[in-house]
């Protein structure tokens, strides 16, 4: 692969963020569930950065905002629940932060 470029810089540090608070989860309890979604979207964020390094912003930032809502999704019921920063405030401040960029991102790309 190329060396990552603009918008791809942001993907692949997402990817390895979920990635490692997916292995994080596990880890510390043994949390099959955090592991496969936690690599599941870092897989997709991987996905969209690769799109975006080959010239395919148009479906690489839609990519991205898929596995930015579903770690919206995922994480923001939990903050809310446990109410602790690490890991799912600030997980769910990053879904929210990424959906807001990939979308603005999106639009541009396909609008």
Not at 43 to 57: K, P
Not at 80 to 100: E, F, N, V
């Amino acid at each position: 692969m190329e060396r990552p470029t603009g918008s791809s810089h942001i993907s692949f540090t997402l990817a390895a963020i979920t990635g490692a608070a997916g292995v994080s989860g596990y880890a510390k309890s043994s949390s099959v569930p955090s592991l496969v979604a936690g690599l599941g979207i870092a897989a997709t964020f991987a996905a969209g950065g690769a799109l975006i390094n080959s010239g395919r912003s148009d479906l690489g930032h839609p990519t991205n905002l898929v596995a930015s809502l579903a770690l919206v999704a995922a994480m923001t019921p939990r903050a809310i629940r446990t109410r602790k920063l690490w890991p799912a405030g600030a997980m769910a401040l990053l879904g929210w932060a990424s959906s807001g960029y990939e979308a603005k991102k999106t639009l541009e790309w396909l609008g």
